[in-house]
């Protein structure tokens, strides 16, 4: 086995991986499989995180997820498969950024590496073991990485700031406690 057939391996794992647990997470949102709350569920929880409309969001999320997850496992469109899926969970991140990095203490470091691992496929690209490699790569072309990017970090500033401004704006008013 060449170097080459081992990076292609290494890249198909890599998408299986992190493609399948990205849509798995979406199943959950979307279809409520795998013990998640659906589109009701996840939309109420949704809101009470700062992410208004709860279903809207939660479809966008669910379709981000499974979606993104689905198309970089099958290394088909991987740019804006991974860069889907890296917005989804920059607004993941967002919501457990208070929590800190570590995942044990309800921190961020799940959702920033399946983000990063994402992005890093787009940028990479899905080797030869892939449908984009199938398809003589016409959705997996380079100018695609930066136009997959810059409009998913775009929507991902505009929904995750508008979030901050309403947590923000919730909090307004609250007083803490001046004695414990």
């Known amino acids: 086995m060449t170097c080459y057939d081992r990076r292609d391996l290494g890249l198909l794992l890599l998408r299986l991986g992190t ?26 929880f949704m809101e009470t995180i700062g992410y208004t409309p709860g279903k809207a969001s939660a479809t966008a999320a669910g379709l981000a997820e499974a979606g993104g997850g689905a198309l970089l496992a099958l290394g088909l469109a991987t740019p804006a498969a991974g860069a889907a899926a890296a917005g989804a969970m920059a607004g993941a991140a967002a919501v457990h950024a208070p929590n800190g990095f570590f995942n044990q203490e ?46 998913t970090a775009a929507a991902t500033a505009v929904v995750v700031g508008a979030r901050s401004r309403r947590l923000r704006k919730a909090r307004e008013g609250e007083q803490e406690a001046l004695f414990d």
Do not use: N
């Open 106 to 151: 309800g921190g961020y470091e799940h959702a920033a590496l399946l983000g990063l691992t994402a992005a890093g496929l787009a940028v990479t690209g899905p080797g030869r073991l892939s449908l984009d490699h199938v398809f003589g790569h016409s959705a997996d072309r380079d100018w695609m990485v930066v136009a997959a990017f810059a409009s």
């Open 19 to 44: 493609g399948g647990a990205l849509a798995a997470h979406g199943a959950q949102k979307l279809f409520g499989w795998f013990g998640g709350g659906g589109i009701e569920g996840t939309g109420q």
